[in-house]
């Protein structure tokens, strides 16, 4: 009976235990900070979240979230005395410039911490925190060490502007800047030899100021001319506008409209401020031909162009450009003329009054005295007596076309021609036929070749 009793006994225990078992809960069951986010006046808190879907790492993107969450809860305020400040303002800077200072808050997220993971069946969720009092201790580090670097390029720029050295000052306010980057939206008051400036802001007024106080000017006049052979060279001194000092190393870009098209050109400024741009081939036909000539900022801002933030700011800066007319001065021209038709001199000149249509087309100038003129164009012609076949009479032109250059009497140019025909009905109408034969074509036949030889 003792047996029996001690059978039902363990019996009964036994099913105890199994009721237990299934009553408990789960072993890891979905904890607060999943449920609330948590809030806390000594750390940001980042929560991220990703779904479990095939092929995917789902652990990376849900790290990622909350590294992102945690980087949204870092108020970055932009200050009224800050250089970001100034540039929303004055230069109508997009949003995402200022997004750009708060996704760097990202790179400085070097002592989180993380706090607890969880999954189920669906998603996987991540919880990260940071000290806020360790990440401002770190920043105020930071930024200590960056304009105490930013400070020494301010020195740098300041010293090589007075001294005249324009691509060291313009290089050394762009790297003080640079330096300043991740600070850019807030104040960053220094004391600079016993006076206390906002660094960032003086760095960028005197990158701004260095470019807009630069002159360029054009020494001589740009004449294209028969006496220089139709090429020149400009003199151009660029000069501080508030001094007149003349600048060393300036970098510079040109261009004029050339016989090919766009010619364009860089040169720099030697220790006097001035450069020399030779024009050689500038189109003669074109009416407001300018040699446009401009500080090269694509030299200067290069070596920052690969950095988003510094190239938007560079992008807003201007400088000096300068417009220097080049003026083509067709040569003057006097005609020598001797026209005759059978030997007999003849009461109008044809071919002169042809040629001189043509070069007045052409731009040239003609002149009544031999003496104010640049060349003299030599026109000799007659006809002679060919032969009648069937009652037509042919008459041959003769032609010594040349051009002297009056100042060296040089022969410049040269044509003769004896193959001119004519033909009517008597040898006198024939030899005026000759020459209406060749006035018609004078264009093709000998000025275009005359224009192109010598101009």
Known sequence: ??????????????????????????????????????????YYTGIGVAQKNPNTDY??????????????????????????????????????????????????????????????????????RLNKQSYADRQKEKK????????????????????????????????????????????????????????????????????????????????????????????????????NSPFEGVPLNYEYFGAYGRYRGKTATDADGRVQIAINEAEKDRTSNVLVTAVDTEFLFEPFRSDRFMRQLTESLRSAILKTPINYRPPGVYLDVEEKNLGEIMRTNPLSSAVKTSLLRKGFQFS???????????????????????????????????????????????????????TDLDFERAGLKAYQNLTRSIESELMRRLVNDLF
């Not at 039902?8 to 900070?33: G, H, Q, R």
């Not at 294209?224 to 090429?231: C, D, E, P, R, Y």
């Not at 037509?392 to 410049?412: I, K």
Request: with cysteine; glycine share 4%; net charge negative.
């Open 144 to 243: 200590d060490a960056a304009q105490s670097l930013a400070l020494d390029f301010y020195a740098k720029g300041l010293s090589a502007q007075n001294s005249m050295q324009f691509n060291t000052a313009v290089d050394s306010y762009l790297r003080g800047l640079q330096a300043l980057e991740s600070f850019w939206g807030e104040s960053n008051n220094v004391d600079f030899q016993g006076n206390e400036i906002l660094l960032d802001n003086a760095l960028f007024t005197g990158l701004r100021d260095l470019l807009t106080d630069v002159r360029i000017t054009a020494e001589n006049e740009l004449n294209l001319t028969w006496q220089n052979g139709f090429k020149t060279t400009a003199e151009i001194l660029v000069t501080d506008a508030t001094n």
């Open 368 to 422: 009544d005295e031999k003496e104010g003129a640049d060349l003299t164009v030599i026109i000799r012609s007659n006809t002679r007596k060919g032969g009648i076949e069937q009652g037509f009479h042919t008459a041959f032109l003769e032609l010594d076309l040349s051009v002297r250059n009056n100042a060296t009497q040089e022969r410049v140019y040269h044509v003769s021609r004896s193959d001119l025909r004519g």
């Open 59 to 128: 652990q990376r993107t849900a790290r990622e979230s909350a590294l992102s969450d945690l980087a949204s809860e870092i108020k970055v305020n932009v200050s009224s005395n800050s250089l970001l400040y100034t540039l929303e303002r004055e230069y109508k800077f997009e949003q995402e410039f200022r997004e750009t200072i708060k996704v760097t808050s990202d790179l400085d997220l070097e002592e989180f911490e993380l706090i607890d993971t969880w999954e189920d069946a669906d998603s996987y969720w991540v919880y990260y």
């Open 1 to 42: 009976m003792r047996l029996v009793t001690l059978f039902f006994a363990v019996l009964s225990l036994t099913s105890c235990s199994s009721k237990t078992e299934v009553a408990e809960t789960p072993a890891d069951p979905k904890p607060t900070w999943v449920q609330s986010r948590p809030t806390s006046g000594m």
